[in-house]
């Protein structure tokens, strides 16, 4: 019948009508439908979200054609194209779908914990949202990019959030402790208190634009009122709200959802008369939002050209200002941003790997962009070459992630691997090394993975994590076997010795200070922080209340930790362990952690000319180099002779700038020329590695003659001293002699007694963690051991186990509105990790 939609019979003379589906309006011709309502109301229903149209005389809700959701709570729309986005607090995401629901889209996926509110900027094209969880207040562009956090600080539980946008204002509801409702720019700038008396639970958030007011409902004081824009003349227009929640302003009406009710309520806006239910039987009503045909009425103010700014450009009352992305600083020409931070904390939290940025105040944590993260433990960098490494004990394997495309990543070493949970890379010689407590070796290979060799393989039980200082050729690590240690050795295996044995349980994280020459370790059974000097004297317990840490940084003035209790990354001061602060919380598994920053990988070794003249591995022995083969062959002949001499000292040169390369901390192994047989110093070593003498020789033979002709030409002058010597003291009558033989050096390595390792630890603390012991059930959402039937007793494993939290046995789950029903927040998902055993 030329209808576009549905054909109905009608009585003669007409014969037919057309119709349209439910809330869609017939258009002039008679014939045509419209492609969706011009105006209508949207609200999210926890399980899906649905839509009354009020183009028509009737109200109908509508179920928009979404796939099943698990607990939709904040709803907006773009009123240019139409699209919906949610928050999904069950999910943690931030969703966005055409309304035909063909095109669903994960817009934020990372670091949300509760986003209780959100709403689309239409004009200037950005979606701003509340974290209740994370206590903050960000921003991004619409598909989710350049991501900033705008309010970080003094926030309790921020909830509803609504913009004006012709005022470059944003206003935002907090039902915490003191409840308030504020006010900021709409790039987070000028931030200001409108209200804070008379407020018990602020949910629902409007602005009426012509009227220019302001209008909250309170769940705790059963209200709706208003004010003007700027918080004053406040009204209560309606009173005996049972439990509200969302609330929008559509014309000369008001509507609002009720928990208790569970009805959708509309009244007048202005004395809250004719107070009506329009749709009701619907529990779990939530946010809603209206969309307007005057909605299209503002004109972006950052223009066609995004205002010159190269990232965000954000709308502010005087016109717009340029913005970065969360951590990044923005250039001194107001425009242009950085590609990213100088300098920023770098830490694994089991599937992701994440930052902060210690260039900006916020201090704030942003998840990185990098895929197929499983169980990521360990993590360094390389900064001339912009690279970022991590092992997966999931995986098996080790990547490279480039840190200015941090989508482009590499698997560098993927064969033989079973738990590597260290990892330290030789920014100067372009070597990686890593720890692997299956097979309980340490292992070195070049940056791309090549030319792989095991350098320490007896004596090991545990080992975990690794630190260096290739410019001195040190290499440090835990272990925690039955007899808990760190230990220390040259960058090639050799030289081995115990620098800490005594008074340890779980030392997890290692790092250097190279500039005071210090070691900080984590003990997670003794819950402390200690640090040393490079020898392992001077030991302080500098952070005695560390509850289980794990990670351990060092930047600056101040060390930082990550802490499986309180799931969180926190600092101290390095020399005093005082000026504690808490940086992030509510990291699940946080791991390890490195601080990243040019300034921390300076120094020279001879490895950085031409890789010492070697064809594979060079391997810095604080006072010369090897050359090493890996222990599997390749396609490249290998040469333990160096191509080159490159001498141990640096030339400076005009522009060097190097704090590492004093000599405060000298030698306390004196290195013996190599035997011309086997190569090997004439040292004895604490538990040599065995590989050492096959593939490893220092010099060429011709400068071995050298050496031993100065050392000839040297006896010979110290010989005619001593003759000197005693013919003056003859002739002086003074003669001096001596029983005692002279002291020497020739083996400083440390062999401890049994007497000098603690015994306090018992059996069942020291049980070792494995990684593979751990398995995640997703359809439990909680962790679980795989090879013990009953639950196991050591704090590593028990601290990753969740445990279903429920309003009986959690306290601190319960909040004043929580006493009510139904609770301000959402339920959430019932889990947590166990902070604690015992």
């Known amino acids: 019948g ?58 109908v809700d509508v179920v928009l054609p979404l796939p099943p959701l698990k607990n939709a709570i904040a709803v907006d729309v773009d009123r240019k194209t139409g699209e919906i986005y949610w928050t999904d607090t069950a999910e943690d995401v931030i969703q966005r779908a055409t309304p035909d629901g063909k095109h669903i889209e994960n817009i934020i996926v990372d670091g949300l914990e509760t986003a209780d509110g959100i709403v689309v900027d239409s004009t200037g094209r950005k979606i701003y949202w509340t974290d209740a969880g994370r206590n903050s207040i960000e921003v991004a562009e619409l598909d989710g990019s350049n991501r900033k956090v705008l309010v970080w600080s003094g926030l309790e539980s921020p909830r509803a959030i609504a913009l004006h946008y012709h005022h470059g204002l944003m206003y935002w509801s907090d039902w915490g402790k003191n409840a308030r409702i504020e006010q900021s720019d709409m790039d987070g700038d000028n931030r200001l208190t409108l209200i804070s008396d008379r407020l018990g639970w602020p949910n629902g958030l409007a602005i009426d634009r012509p009227a220019g007011r302001l209008y909250w409902n309170d769940g705790q004081r059963n209200t709706i009122e208003s004010s003007d824009l700027s918080g004053q003349d406040r009204r209560i227009v309606v009173i005996n709200v049972p439990h509200p929640y969302g609330l929008v302003i559509v014309g000369t009406h008001m509507y609002w959802t009720d928990w208790q009710t569970y009805a959708l309520h509309r009244a007048d806006k202005i004395n809250g008369t004719d107070n009506t239910i329009i749709r009701g039987n619907l529990e779990g009503l939530m946010d809603i939002r209206s969309v307007q045909q005057v909605d299209n009425v503002a004109e972006n103010a950052c223009g066609r050209n995004n205002g010159g700014c190269s990232h965000l450009c954000l709308r502010a009352p005087s016109g717009y200002t340029c913005a970065c992305s969360t951590g990044i600083v923005l250039r001194q020409d107001g425009q242009t941003c950085n590609k990213s931070p100088s300098t920023y904390l770098l830490f694994a939290t089991r599937n992701t790997l994440a930052r902060v940025s210690l260039d900006t105040p916020e201090l704030w944590d942003v998840t990185l962009p990098i895929s197929d993260v499983h169980n990521a433990i360990a993590v360094d960098f390389h900064w001339r070459n912009q690279k970022i490494y991590y092992t997966d004990t999931f995986l098996d394997i080790i990547r490279s992630v480039d840190m200015l495309n941090l989508t482009s990543t590499e698997t560098i070493i993927s064969a033989n691997l079973t738990t590597p949970g260290g990892l330290a890379v030789d920014w100067i010689a372009d070597n990686i090394y890593w720890t692997d407590a299956g097979p309980k070796v340490i292992e070195v290979a070049r940056l791309d993975g090549s030319s792989r060799k095991i350098i320490v393989r007896d004596g090991l039980d545990e ?162 180099y090897v050359c090493a083969c890996p222990d599997i062959p390749d396609d490249k002949p290998c040469s333990a002779e160096p191509s080159i001499i490159v001498p141990n000292k640096k030339i400076p040169g005009p522009d060097d700038d190097d704090e590492y390369d004093d000599d405060r901390d000298e030698p306390d192994i004196l290195i013996t020329p190599p035997n011309t047989r086997t190569g090997q110093s004439n040292e004895n070593v604490y538990d040599k590695n065995p590989d050492d003498g096959n593939t490893t020789h220092e010099f060429p033979s011709h400068v071995f003659t050298i050496t031993m002709v100065l050392c000839m030409l040297a006896v010979v002058v110290i010989t005619i001293i001593i003759i000197l010597y005693f013919w003056c003291a003859r002739q002086k009558k003074y003669l001096y002699a001596t029983g005692q033989s002279v002291l020497t050096f020739s083996n400083p390595n440390y062999n401890a007694s049994s007497s000098d390792v603690g015994t306090n630890i018992s059996q069942a603390d020291k049980r070792p963690f494995l990684w593979k012991r751990l398995k995640y059930d997703k359809s439990q959402e909680r962790v679980f051991n795989v090879h013990e039937d009953t639950q196991t007793t050591s704090p590593e494993v028990v601290s990753l186990i969740r445990t279903v939290v429920t309003p009986n046995n959690s306290a601190d789950a319960t909040t004043p509105e929580r006493i009510a029903t139904p609770p301000p927040t959402p339920p959430q998902r019932l889990d947590s990790i166990s902070l604690k055993a015992g």
Not at 15 to 37: S, V
Not at 609 to 617: A, Y
């Open 2 to 59: 030329g209808c576009s939609h549905l054909c109905l019979l009608a009585p003669l003379p007409k014969g037919h009508t057309c119709a349209c589906q439910t809330g869609i309006k017939l258009l002039e011709d008679g014939q045509t439908c419209a492609i969706g309502p011009t105006n209508s109301l949207i609200f999210a229903h926890r399980v899906d979200i649905r839509q009354i149209s009020l183009d028509v005389p009737y109200i």
């Open 463 to 624: 080992p975990r994590a690794l630190a260096m200082f290739p410019r001195k050729g040190y290499l440090y690590w835990t272990d925690w076997g039955d007899t808990p240690k760190i230990e220390r050795s040259f960058l090639d295996g050799s030289f081995r010795r115990r620098v800490i044995e005594t008074d340890l349980g779980f030392p997890n994280g290692l790092v250097l200070d190279y500039t005071a020459q210090q070691i900080y370790w984590a003990d997670a059974l003794r819950d402390r922080i200690e640090t040393s000097d490079l020898h392992g004297r001077n030991r302080i317990q500098l952070v005695p209340e560390a509850v289980h840490p794990f990670g351990v940084a060092q930047y600056g003035d101040h060390i930082y930790w990550t802490d499986w209790y309180r799931k969180s990354v926190e600092r101290a001061d390095k020399r005093t362990g005082k000026n504690r602060i808490v940086i992030r919380t509510d990291l699940d598994g946080v791991m390890e952690i490195r601080a990243v920053a040019a300034g921390r990988q300076k120094g020279w070794s001879p490895c950085a000319v031409h890789n010492g003249g070697c064809t594979h591995l060079c391997l810095f022995r604080q006072t010369s």
